[in-house]
């Protein structure tokens, strides 16, 4: 990490989904900077091994809340009970669900699942806590983990990318809502960053397709926990705080890569240029050729 280890000191930040995969791992690099952390889930064993493995990084400072993001009511009383020992200072809605499918095979209940968790999760912790800050008068810092696809949208991951658009949606919302109050509303749309679980899912293949596949980065490689880390980090400090309504994507540039555009061109050796360019000025030789004067 490149921050001081004191960097979020008195910060007391809550991450949905922070049991496993990139949840923990945001976890890690906020306690390792001096926050304090409550993480949720549905799976108490997951939390409970989360906690301990956790506890290195941040001793006292790491705490666990059963809580499924689906239910409003459920997520009510997890922010009551976090605030009894004090006021929350930002809420990382990290909590998701995906798989890769044919859209055409996804049922009903997987569209809800997918959406539920993503869309309806995101909103009913941003409202618990924003509420309890603008009643209370307090500033916060809300940061939402996206995708890139909410500026491209994707095939075989429907439902995942209408429901992050949703949020993107709300984070550009809020943020002109609620900013007066000093509350700031980010997001972050990481690229590829293979965690164990999410992995199975979107590269059920193991043949790195698409968006599991490091080759089609133009920085040729996966993304690297600490670069995540270090986002996540600044956006929850205080080092930041004119920035707001944004979504910023950490993937080495990896959307702006499509096959709708020339980033292929990158494999090209010295030689397929040469033999390139004297291709262009044989084309150019051949066009003055058929002019008529």
């Not at 922070?18 to 939390?47: D, F, H, M, N, P």
């Not at 916060?140 to 949020?167: E, F």
């Not at 292929?264 to 033999?275: F, I, R, T």
């Amino acid at each position: 990490m490149i921050f001081d280890n004191e960097a979020l000191a008195g910060k007391r930040i809550l991450v949905t989904g922070g049991g496993t995969g990139l949840g923990k791992a945001i976890s890690e690099g906020l306690l390792r900077q001096g926050a304090e952390v409550y993480i949720s889930g549905r799976r108490e064993e997951i939390l409970q091994e989360a906690v301990e493995a956790l506890r290195e990084f941040g001793p006292g400072r790491v705490h666990s809340r059963i809580n499924d993001v689906r239910d409003p009511d459920a997520i009510q009383h997890m922010v009551d009970s976090i605030w009894e020992e004090g006021p929350l200072t930002g809420l990382i809605n990290n909590a998701g669900a995906n798989f890769v499918s044919p859209t055409k095979e996804i049922s009903p209940r997987g569209y809800r699942a997918i959406c539920s968790t993503i869309m309806d999760g995101s909103y009913y912790a941003t409202t618990a806590v924003g509420k309890r800050w603008l009643a209370e008068g307090l500033p916060g810092s809300i940061l939402s983990n996206l995708v890139t696809w909410v500026w491209t949208g994707s095939a075989y991951v429907v439902p995942a990318a209408m429901a992050k658009t949703a949020v993107h949606a709300m984070t550009m919302s809020l943020a002109v809502e609620w900013g007066g109050a000093g509350i700031r509303v980010n997001a972050m749309a990481p690229g590829p960053f293979p965690t164990e679980g999410a992995w199975d899912k979107l590269d059920p293949t193991g043949k790195g397709i698409g968006a599991t596949d490091p080759s089609t980065v133009p920085l040729q490689r996966f993304g690297q926990m600490h670069e995540l880390q270090n986002l996540v980090v600044f956006l929850m400090s205080d080092a930041c705080n004119y920035l707001t309504g944004q979504t910023i994507a950490i993937d080495g540039a990896h959307h702006l890569a499509g096959n709708n555009t020339f980033a292929g061109l990158s494999s090209l050796s010295d030689q397929d240029w040469e033999d390139a360019r004297e291709a262009i000025k044989n084309s150019v030789a051949k066009e003055k050729q058929q002019r008529t004067v």
